[in-house]
Every structure is written in C-alpha cells, then in structure tokens.
DNA sequence: CGTACTATTGAAGTGTATCAACAGCTGTGG
DNA sequence: CCACAGCTGTTGATACACTTCAATAGTACG
C-alpha cells in the first residue's frame, strides 16, 4: 500500500519487507539482533515497523524527541548536524545497512542531536524506544555488540575531530579518498580502485565547500595521486595519498 | 612508598588510596562499579591497582595496547591526539573523578587512540582488561551505564566535530566558556561566574593557538561579554555569549 | 533545444597561523 | 638583593589557505 505525503515532510510508508531473508535472521536490519531469545525476538517482531524513504528525505530531524531506534535495512544515510542557526550543515557521518540510528539518543534520553537523511532509497525499521531498552536491559551480549559499535564509532568521529583542527583540506580530502576505498580493496585488487561521489557530499564529509574539493582533487591529480576521470575518482597511488593525508 | 623514576616515563606508584570513602562505595573512582554483586566487586577489588601521578605526566601513550580500564579517583586528565606526525597536539576532551578511561579502546580491542595526560596530580585506579570485561559481561546494570556515559560524551564530541567546520574562533570560545561555567552555575548565581584556565590549555581545547585566544579573549572582553582580570575570565554577559557562539 | 543541476575556474576578501618582539611574573643562584 | 633565565600572556606584521562571489562549461533530462 503506498502513499503520497507532501514534499518536504517525511514519506515513510507501511510495507512489507521485500526481502525473504527478512524472516530468517540474515537481514542486515536484525542482524545486530540476532542474539535474542525467540521471546525477545517476538516482541521485537511485533513492535517492529518498516518503512521506505526516497533519496534525499529527512528521516528524523534535529531536536525531535527520540522515540525510537532505527535499523538500517538498505540504503544508506547522512548524520547532519546544524551549527550556527540554519547557516551550515555539516556531516558528522554516514550509516549505512546493519547500521542503527538514535541508540545514542535514546539511551542517553535526549531529543535527537542529529538530522538524518537518505543519500539513496532506503528501507528502515523503527523500534520503539521503551522496547528496545528492555531487550538491550535483558540481554548482554546485544549490549556488549552495540558498546563495541559505539566505541568504535566514536573512536572514528574522535579521529575526524583531531582532523579538523590542524590538516589542511587536501589531507582531509585524501584521507576521505583512503577510508573510502579501504573496505573495497582486497576484491579487486588488480584494478585501481575508484569512488564516484558528487562534490557536494565530499565538501560535506570534509568540512568545506564544493569549491575548495574541486580544486583539491585537481590538484591531487596534477601531483598523480589519483585519476579523474567522467565523474569518478581513480585512486593511482596509494602511499602518496597517505603521505598527504598527514600534512 | 615511593620510587624515582627516570623522567619522560609514566610514574605509576603503588600507594594505599588516602580515602577511607574508598572502603565504602563513596569513592568517585567506583561509583560506576556500585551495581556489581559482592563477589564480583570483590574481583575487582582484588585486581585493582591504584597509581598516582604528577601533573603533566603521560598515563598512557597512544598506541600502546590497551591492556586496561582506568578509573580517575582524584584529578583532572585530557584526552590528546596527534595529528600530522607529532606536528600538533590536538585535546579531544577532558576527564574527571569517577571517569573511566580506555573503555573504547578495550571494548573494541584496540591499541589506545589518545595519549592521556595529567593536568594536576591525580590517583587513577586501573583494571584489568579482561576482569572489566568480564564484570560488563556479567552485569547488565554496569554495561547500560557505560552505553549511557558513552552515547553523552560522543554526542558531546559530535557536537565539538560540527563547531570545528564552519565556525569561527570566537564562536567556539564563548562555547568553551559557556560549557565551563555551565556546571557551577546554580551555585553561585549572585557572582558573575569565573574561569581561571590558561591560554595554552583553551587553545588546545577551542582547537587553536595560544596567540589567537588571547586576542579572541580580548575582543569578548571590548565586546563586554567578559571581563578580564589577572588571569581570570569573568563572565559578564551571559546572552551575548551564546549569541557569539552561533557565529 | 532549453532548463536545471553539477563541476570547473577565476578573482577578490578574510580569518587564522606563523614569526617575532616585548612585558609581566616566578623561581634560581650567585 | 639583584641578575638571569624561563614561562605565560600580549601585541604587531606578514603570509597564506580557504571562503565567497561570480562567470563559464559540461551533463542529464523533459
């Protein structure tokens, strides 16, 4: 059953989830869950909701009172943050499936630090609030799970904030080009890796503007480190791009 | 008893913790423990070693593996990165009494991330990694309190991560300043609340140098938000602050 | 074929780092 | 007691990376 819901509001829709594995426990969305007790599970079935958003809506938006946690079935999406006012935006970071959105929050019982928007189409099932701390309450090992995901997570965002203090866009920008391929790498080891990304959102990731990105990557071509090419960025050679990430 | 030892090295000393509170569970240094069962505390209390340090001493080098959690009994640290070689020092936080440090590192069985380093003489308490994790394992209470003072504090440094991207010194000098007398303000409500740091370790903090601190202070201060005084910042105008700290 | 969006490139303006000099204060040793 | 070195804070001059504004080129799409 879908709908249709004015523009800028949220589109979420009641639906079934389209993947069969999604009854067994091989769906990336209940994945972090599969440490439950069939009666723990249970109640999580039944309080669970999915929902479909299109590319580029707002999922949950600062300030609003965090009333659930959101698992990440397919898509991926951007942690935004406002600072000064309305004036900028700026990516703290992205999620993708498997991942889960809100736990700080709602574990920390704060309104939501963060709006969350869809890069791609993407499928999301909430879990409400009250549920999800009773499972997490009951069950160590998913508590011990999200404290590792939360320690590492932070461990990153902690990195990017040292980042940002003192290097330069170019090392950003290459330390971005890094931990992008760096997942990619063992499978196709033989070609040059590439990332396809439009400015906007690398500016974002940065921390800078669609510009200064622009200059930075031609740059870093001019110096042979990485191959631009229709849209997509080939990285050439790996160790210069670390050695630039540091200055 | 005490030891010498060669400077440049950590001081760790053996010593008998001078308050008594700490038989009893007032010790800020096991407030987080408190829901252990007797036989678990009394494991931890059989592996439990306290240390004391000078000020500006370094507790733990980064990239030393993390082979412990420590607990801060009395004194203040900060969390340092380096990025860029050892170019620059960048302080990623602060901690105080009944603070755990090197959670994330142990919960996800990395080297540490941060150097941690004194900023007064301090006694920190350290367990050892696997009796910690044992005890998180085994009490469902403790591990939702350290995802609760987990989820605050990345929130927190989230939030630092947002204000280093587009907002000036300033802006992130009266955010400093407005953070610091957040906590004593209920207190002395008639005063004008005062802060007494030094320019080296607010550089540090604002992500900047000791130079351009000095003249933000002094423009705050024409501005009248602040009133400077042998070394002390008064705050002064409370509402102009926060205003700044959006620019 | 035009509209709209993204990417590129140029030129000007600015905030901040950096280098350097100096003042104030503290502790040290002759 | 003074002289000296050492540290912290202040202030000025300069350099530069980045933002901002603006114009142009490339690309997708109806």
Redesign the interface.
């Known amino acids: 059953m879908w709908l249709t819901i004015a523009r800028g509001e949220c589109m979420p829709i009641r639906f079934r989830c389209p993947r069969q594995d999604c009854e067994q426990n091989s769906c990336p969305a209940k994945q972090v869950f599969s440490c439950l007790s069939s009666e723990q599970d249970a109640r999580l079935g039944r309080e669970r909701l999915a929902r479909r958003y299109d590319a580029g809506q707002v999922v949950v938006h600062l300030d609003t009172p965090a009333l659930a946690v959101l698992s990440i079935h397919s898509g991926r999406v951007q942690l935004v ?5 309305d ?2 935006k ?1 990516v ?1 970071g992205t999620r993708g499936p498997g991942d889960l959105l809100g ?3 709602v ?2 019982a ?1 309104p939501y ?2 709006t969350v928007e869809t890069l791609e189409p993407s499928v999301l099932c909430s879990v409400p609030r009250e549920a999800f701390l009773d499972v ?3 069950c ?1 090992e998913l ?2 799970r ?3 995901t ?6 990153v ?11 330069s866009v170019a ?1 950003r920008t290459a330390r971005l080009l890094v931990a992008l391929v760096d997942g990619h790498r063992p499978a196709a080891t033989a070609e040059a890796p590439a990332v396809s990304m439009s400015r906007e959102e690398m500016a974002l990731l940065v ?1 800078t503007t669609r510009e200064t990105i622009s200059r930075s990557l031609h740059r870093l071509s001019e110096q042979g480190a990485v191959k631009l090419e229709n849209g997509s960025i080939h990285i050439v050679d790996d160790a210069m791009l670390e050695r630039i990430s ?2």
Do not use: C, I, N, Y
């Open positions: 943050r406002q600072s000064g006012g004036a900028h700026v703290v736990v700080r929050e574990l920390s704060m630090q963060v997490v309450r009951d160590p508590a011990m999200l404290l590792k939360l320690a590492r997570d932070f461990l965002t902690e990195e990017q904030l040292a980042g940002r203090a003192h290097l090392a921390g540091e200055l």
